[in-house]
């Protein structure tokens, strides 16, 4: 079954896991993944660590200890996922000492709440990589106009980042500026580049659901046959970007003190419309050096009749900007698109957390012991 996602693999696409819970680290899934499904990283996020707790009785020991202690529902939150984070960080260690430290990866979000704070998402991220200390930990922060001095501010500082929430072309220029000028900051700092990773991580699925949705109102024939198209060309223009940014002088003089590239990293690629095909945001996103983080689902699907024919990314950039041009020719605002999409995920993230504080609380309440 994994002939697929090891022809993936052989292509340069690194294959993560968007999905993590502790059934998966003690029953052995997640090793079984890596061992036989070529998965070498992880990402989370706080949907992903609901789902978790509220679900079954995997973290009743831990929660019954915690709420003996009588913590916060927010400290048992950061107790539950960093323990979480560091189990599943010591299963891929071997990934990550084979790979020169590249993947082996596991990410953990800061609070989604602090998305348009940078200060406080500066002191977030270096209180996660202290409680979790793993090396290969990424620390997930939003790409919002205020997470783009934090994401300069934490590389600079030596800490490895996962930049989510990216839909825009400029954003993610404005993403890779921020790494680099970290990368400067950390250099001038005397601190070994080497040892500083980032990816970039450039959703794909919610830009088809939004423009389809515009697609459909406008209903010409003309814009149906547009439907589909766009996540996958934007994602396109946005490795283009990558090549030109990472092929520069200023980036040349940074991987001369060792510095490694940000790699993109396609996010949200599971499927939304069921009348597309399950693996179209995996085999027609193949190119070298990405990360291509998937659910269990897409997976399993990549595995079982994936289609992997080779690099599907650098040939075709000019048909890529064909369909955004097309599409804006119709009336179909990039621009308003892609911030509609930013914001509605920073409020999705502050929802799922919302949730798992919920969550928590129900399980720390229901495991109190009487005295407490």
Known sequence: MTDALKRLSDEGVAIWLDDLSRKRITSGNLAELIDQ????????NPTIFQK?????????????????????????????TTADVRDAADILRPVYDATDHQDGRVSIEVDPRLAHNTLATIAEAKQLAWLVDRPNTLIKIPATEPGLP???????????????????????REVMDAY?????????????????HSVASFFVSRVDTEVDKRLEKIGSDEAKALKGKAAV????????????????D???????????????????????????????????????????????ATLDATADHGEITGDTVTGGYAQARADLDALAALGVSYDDVVQVLEDEGVEKFETAWTELLNSTKAELERLAPSEA
């Open 233 to 248: 060309a934007n994602a396109r223009l946005a490795y283009q970007a990558y090549q030109e940014v990472f092929g520069s």
């Open 37 to 44: 499904q070529h998965v070498v990283g992880v990402t989370t």
């Open 52 to 80: 978790a707790i509220s679900q079954g009785d995997g973290y009743d020991i831990q929660v019954r200890d915690l709420a003996a202690r009588r913590v916060t529902v927010e400290e048992a939150i950061r107790m539950i």
């Open 180 to 196: 680099i000028s970290g990368l400067e900051q950390a250099k001038a700092a005397g601190l070994d580049l080497s040892e500083i």
């Open 150 to 172: 934090a994401i300069k501010e934490t590389i600079g500082r030596g800490i490895s980042v996962n930049v989510t929430l990216i839909f825009s072309l400029t954003r993610y």
């Open 250 to 296: 200023r980036w040349a003089a940074l991987e001369k003190a060792g510095a490694h590239r940000q790699r993109p990293l396609w996010a949200s690629t599971g499927v939304k419309d069921p009348a597309y095909s399950d693996t179209m945001y995996v085999t027609g996103l193949v190119a070298p050096n990405v990360v291509n983080t998937m659910p269990e």
